[in-house]
């Protein structure tokens, strides 16, 4: 039953060999002639036996246009053998020319910052409005400052008003000072800190001052301040109640500074939030306009007694353009 069956396969199979031809697609004359090309064993190897010797012919005599040159225009064997699928061995020196070439496309130029040495950094005092660096620019170190905001909420406009008016009454006498763009009372000098100090410090800090309760204060009065490098004038209005919770804040932030060698607060130095400010040291001419400006300032906060009074329930930690908030202790 077994061979009965092959023999029928067999010649199930023979059938379809036999009409292989009517099925295969080809349609046409040449395209059966190249089908019995494929198919004849021996006409595949004496047409790759051809193509050999042709190559070799190809390889070892050269044409003379490849090795004298050829005209301007004229399309050489060389090119010809090229455009057909062969390429010609490289020399050594056309190896080391293209490599070079290769190397120098893919070479890509370095950022025009990158190439800006660290000590070519020129700070320009006209795009801060005159003002001078107190420490050398230096990559790596953050101007860092502990301050109290003061947020003047629904009295800012007032407020702006007011140091205007300041502004007005010291332009008369020759004296031009700039209005203040944020109120903020300093609890430390500004300090240089390296990047690794700040995490650590701004967690000492956290530690101690949200141990301390939020408070109230009100300022009053006006003074001049100049600064240590004596580039800059300050009008201030001082801190008159809430001075003793300011002394106990900067207590404490003295004790994380003296851990990392930083330089404390002024010793007699006065709380105080600058209103108006100028370039250089002009105190002198500052004091001697002090009656008038007091009068300005005695009548706005006649008007508005609640303009200069101030809840304080967090201090702020700026480290370059970074702020860090320090909240205080809700309740005593």
């Excluded at 763009?181 to 240089?192: A, F, K, Q, V, Y």
Aim: overall charge negative; proline content about 5%; charged content about 25%.
């Amino acid at each position: 039953v077994r061979m009965a069956t092959g023999r029928g396969a067999l010649s199930l199979l023979q059938s379809y060999s036999s009409d292989s031809d009517g099925d295969s697609g080809y349609t046409s004359e040449d395209e059966k002639k190249r089908k019995h090309e494929f198919s004849n064993p021996h006409e595949r190897k004496s047409k790759r036996r051809r193509a050999e010797d042709e190559e070799e012919m190809a390889v070892d005599t050269p044409s003379s246009s490849c090795r004298a040159g050829h005209q301007p225009g004229a399309v050489s064997s060389c090119e010809t053998m090229m455009s057909d699928g062969y390429h010609p061995r490289p020399t050594d020196h056309t190896m080391d020319t293209t490599s070079h070439q290769v190397h120098s496309r893919r070479t890509i130029p370095l950022p025009s910052e990158l190439l800006v040495s660290r000590e070519g950094h020129v700070d320009d005092p006209r795009e801060h409005q005159g003002r001078v660096r107190s420490f050398p620019h230096e990559r790596g170190n953050w101007a860092s400052i502990l301050y109290v905001p003061l947020h003047l909420g629904i009295y800012g406009p007032s407020f702006a008003s007011f140091m205007a008016s300041l502004v007005a009454t010291c332009q008369e006498q020759n004296v031009i000072l700039n209005p203040s763009s944020d109120l903020h009372i300093s609890l430390t000098r500004t300090l240089i800190l390296h990047l690794h100090w700040i995490q650590p410090l701004t967690e000492d800090l956290r530690a101690r001052l949200s141990q301390i309760s939020k408070f109230s204060l009100w300022l009053h009065g006006l003074s001049v301040y100049v600064n240590d490098e004596q580039t800059r004038t300050f009008l201030g209005l001082r801190v008159c109640h809430g001075r003793n919770e300011l002394a106990d804040i900067v207590s404490e932030v003295d004790k994380c500074l003296v851990e990392y060698r930083l330089p404390l607060f002024f010793k007699d130095g006065s709380f105080h939030a600058s209103v108006a400010w100028c370039t250089g040291d002009v105190s002198e001419d500052l004091r001697r306009l002090l009656p008038q400006l007091e009068n300005v300032c005695s009548q706005y906060f006649s008007v508005e007694t609640d303009m200069r009074t101030f809840d304080v329930s967090s201090l702020n930690f700026k480290t370059g353009n970074r702020i860090h908030t320090i909240h205080l202790k809700h309740g005593n």
